[in-house]
């Protein structure tokens, strides 16, 4: 007889309550799969009455996480509370100076610490794990830490955030302004507690840094992300993109340089037929490029119940099968610090200007454009009634320090109606 | 100090010089990732003096596969021959037989003898392992039997074979019939030594027949595949079906039912702007549906020496890591017997039809239909300078068997010019 692998959750929100169901609707199923008995011995969450639909009258109620990461009983420590400071931190720092082996959907807590939660794993033999903590439902962790590891990593990208994804392409397809469509996102419950997590491209930067760290062996480096969020974006913007041929999304790229590791998430025009310009909603989508391999896409739902209970339990399966490795895919000693860099790799750039409608003015920017290197592809006025002349400009490959300082200067020639806005366009 | 993995590598062919390539290149980044030194003691293929472009001299050469599975000095077996019987079968079991792990990418023999091969495997302490045998570098049977294996799985779709999807759209972009674009195929050496492998679904089929395996928890059942082949789909089909909204591709379906396992590889109509129907050339995709996920599509190169031998390594790499799981994602003797069953799930047929062109023909081919239950849901008759009429039907939903009969009686009309072609619209 295997011994059953005993299980704490902390945390009964929708995901814990979904990785219950899957645990008391599958019993023969994961036992099949794993050949032992998964059990939970015992659960927390901030209310003990709330009626979640499911029933938990066989299971030791503990009346908080750090509690429950202590027990005896338990051989596997899930915290899904989320946040990167307090209870969720502390829970999982105790479970693993227990020897217990952790899994977490918690993007922020890895993207903060998970670097030396996985050296003190590493110390304690647990195993720490974190399917569900990046793309929801889509097993990116593990096609990257295994599926794809005989290969050097060139570069990763991905729309990790349905909620963003979601707000950009019902902005297209409704024709509804930036602040019509998050305010009916907010209403519909899309958006965390603090939206900025979302449309500024936080949550989605938790999880590009970790994907960077399995990817190029770094130490995560969450502060090394560029960031820049969607809510510069109008629905200007986006129909003019269209008419060029391109979708905005709220892009995720990280890639290993010669002068140190770039990530950004910041939005970006990707071509309207690629797949990830093809990407509609709450769909996620990685694509993970490597030297052997090409490119790989993964797509699937970020978020929800199912999908995020889904990736929680095939880490608990993982672990009742007996599978281990190191937290980002080689011990955590041995990562590199990171040397992150601003982003160096040129790239064409999409560039919004609003211009006063008089003689020269489109001469005067554009001179300025040429003094500092940001050579021009494309460029198309648009039609206007008053006085402002809207101007888009595709510019050649350039780097993006060359076009910051363009844009610093342009100010001087009198003629912006508005601050410029500029966009990425990613070669996908 | 660990000990290190020894690799012997029977057949060097375009994968083996992948991998043999991949183990030169990446000593320092495969010791990071897996804690050992990953060395080759011995290689074998049909010819030793064949230049490769690799340098080999520091492996031993064994004369033949099954001198090389009975090596003392290897710990991994790794079969890169091909074909279900002879050598590579021969090898493989010995290398089991001795408690060797194996690696394959071969996915003929898994087809016909995979269920037996885990079965000794399991006996002996060995691990068999072949991700490589299913569209190429896409990491799919992780994805199944590890990343996802908390759900129960729905259906599994996939376009898994380069070739035919490289014919498919290659006739559409050109215009050329399927003979032509057939022998260019073959000019460019994308063909199998037999044609009819690739062609007539075989291959694509031994591949599904693996994904049912682990996705449903039952034997491999290769011969309970339906299997029809790409040769009698027309340039005018493809057209046609483009009309409607459509794309013809090779798809592979494999789905439990109330009556069994129903498995499919056959050309299918997908909606042209959906994941599958934008697949061009020679990429791969695989659709899985589980309960708890929903929707996962994965996306690469399904061939070729690095996608392939970036399979291999992962493999080789679980290895190192002492990563270990039954073959098939559950002990092979648990597997149930799949009672295959003929396709009963209801699905909308596009049916292809010449007819003479006399007054009544049509309404003597409706009549049958609406006989045997094949309703209509859309009919185009196009345009035609000849005698005969081309005619194009969409059913609703209906049972192959009914399509079936019906399809057999309409001869009996006498109006029919030439056998009806029907193709299954696989709503994706």
Redesign the interface.
Known sequence: MTKPLRLGIAGLGTVGV?VIK?IQN?LS??K??T?KQILISAVTAKSKTKDRGIDLSSYQWERDPVSLANREDIDVFIELIGGHEGAAKEAVEIAISKGKNVVTANKALLAHHGHELALKAEENGSILRF?AAVAG???VI??LS???????INRIMGVMNGTCNYILTRMESSGLSYEEVFSEANELGYLEADPNLDIGGIDAAHKLSILSSIAF?TEINFNGVELDGIDKITINDIHQAADMGFRIKLLGVSQMTSSGLEQRMSPCLVPT?S?LG?LEGGTNMIVIE????????????GA?E??T??????D???IA?????ATF???AK?LKKASSSKSQTPAPYYLRMLLHDEPGALAKITKILSQFNVSIDRMRQYGHEDENAPVLIVTHEIKHEDLMTAIQELPNTQVLKAQPLAIRIEAV
Chains 1, 2 share one sequence.
């Open positions: 979904g899957i599958k199923l994961l099949a799969r050949g399917e439902g889509i097993p593990k096609s295994e599926g794809l590891a005989g290969n050097s062996g037929r797949p093809q490597g030297d052997q391999v090409g490119q790989i896409v993964l797509r699937g739902a929800g199912g999908p209970a889904s990736a929680v339990v095939s608990i399966i993982d099968r007996g599978i281990s490795l895919g080689q011990p041995t």
